[in-house]
C-alpha cells in the first residue's frame, strides 16, 4: 500500500514528491471527508458532491499537466 502511494504521490523518477498531487489528494480525501460528515448529520447535494469533486480533479489534472515538463527525469 505504501509503495501505491509513493508512486501516486511522485513524479517521473518515483523519488521527488509533487506538490500538485499531494495537493491533489488532500483536496479529495477534504471534499470526500467533508461529504460523509454531512451525511451522518443531514443530507448531501449529490449535485454539490459532483461539482467539488469534478473541480479538485480538473484543477489538480490541469496543475500537473501545466509541470510536467519541470519534472526530474
Known sequence: MKQIFKQLLTG???ETYDLGRVSWLVGMV???GL???EVMHSTVSLRELAESLGIVS???GAS???KQGAEPQ
Open 12 to 14: 517521473k523518477d518515483n
Open 30 to 32: 477534504a471534499v470526500i
Open 58 to 60: 480538473a484543477a489538480s
Open 64 to 66: 500537473v499537466a501545466m
Open 35 to 37: 461529504a460523509a460528515y
